[in-house]
């Protein structure tokens, strides 16, 4: 069976990404990951599918978004994207050759995924790695690709690709073609949200490669991304019963909450037989006891509707007497009775 991992590039444009990936596929075959026989069978069956965003969108439609600011473009060739890299996992993971033809559902150039699924007709055995090349600058896009590895029970990792705004600039207006316009790499730069497996969980298998060197020290930063690529491919993403655990947990809600509006409901009908009582011992004439009645049936109802809206929160049984006798005598100076 394949193993697959996806593996995200993320940085500014112009950090040199494209180049790394490049550097990696290079040094797939050399410098993979782990020793004896678990070695060579990786550098017999490494393949890479790169997902670079810059050659799957046309030049011209990404100028024309960009001028015209065309609202949710990005996100409609983001998605069409997406479902590319989750069709062709499906394939990999699926018993069947690829025979089925991809579709193109929008003006995005797909022919790598093609290309790639013909090379992997009749493999059975091996190592893919789907290796995303885009800024993103946000770690929810990087996250949408974690779970999809959490789904379909695949590695993950991510690589930071990091240098200097001021050299992201120079590099940028040194392309031949599809230069970002400047202040486009400054916002992403200032809203750049980086991989920190401190805080996420999800994030634990990242690195941060810094490009400002030569060319060359690139090099042995390959082979550290390998290494990552290799854990991520032993630790795939589990797949968790997260709507699951929601709907058991809301359901446990629930039910305490309802415990709880029940018990309050106790605990009001003897405050109102309390007040009644001090009324009636008090010599209260009829109509006043029977306005005083009203009143505390109105305020028994309110009480209630206020817990069932989340309005008032009881935390335990133990907190309702004192909290309800609280709640019931400031209503009833509301209406009055104080």
């Not at 890479?48 to 065309?70: G, Q, R």
């Not at 003897?270 to 109509?287: C, F, H, P, V, W």
Request: net charge negative.
């Amino acid at each position: 069976m394949l193993d697959v991992c996806i593996a995200v590039l993320c940085g500014i444009p112009g950090s040199g990404k494209s180049t790394f990936a490049k550097t990696l596929i290079r040094n797939k075959k050399d410098n993979i990951a782990g020793t004896g026989q678990e070695q060579e069978k990786n550098s017999e069956s490494f393949n890479w599918m790169l997902v670079s965003y810059d050659d799957i969108i046309p030049s011209d439609t990404e100028k024309h978004i960009i001028e015209k600011e065309v609202p949710n473009a990005w996100k409609l060739y983001r998605e069409n994207i997406q479902n590319a890299v989750v069709y062709l996992i499906q394939r990999l993971q699926s018993d069947s050759e690829f025979t089925e033809p991809m579709e193109d559902r929008s003006d995005c150039c797909f022919e790598s995924f093609r290309t790639f699924m013909q090379r992997m007709v009749g493999k059975k055995n091996g190592t893919v790695v789907i290796l995303i090349d885009d800024n993103m600058y946000y770690s929810s896009m990087r996250y949408k690709y974690y779970q999809l590895t959490r789904k379909y029970n695949i590695g993950f990792c991510q690589v930071h690709i990091e240098c200097d705004t001021d050299l992201s600039l120079v590099r940028n207006r040194q392309r031949p073609s599809g230069q970002v316009p400047e202040d486009i790499i400054l916002n992403m730069a200032a809203r750049f949200e980086a991989p920190n497996p401190e805080q996420s969980s999800w994030e634990k298998y990242s690195i941060k490669i810094n490009t400002n060197a030569s060319p060359e020290a690139l090099e042995n930063s390959a082979i550290q991304v390998l290494e990552l690529i290799s854990k991520a491919l032993s630790d795939p993403s589990m797949p968790i019963m997260e709507e699951l655990d929601q709907t058991s947990k809301e359901v446990d809600r629930q039910i305490c909450s309802e415990n709880i509006i029940h018990q309050a409901d106790i605990v009001m009908r003897k405050l109102i037989a309390e007040y009644m009582s001090q009324a009636k011992g008090q010599n209260t004439d009829r109509n006043h006891m029977k306005s005083l009645s009203a009143c505390l049936s109105c305020c028994k109802s309110d009480i209630l509707q206020e817990l069932k809206r989340g309005m008032v929160y009881l935390s335990s049984d133990e907190e309702l007497l004192g909290k309800l006798r609280d709640i019931f005598h400031e209503k009833l100076g509301a209406y009055g009775f104080g």
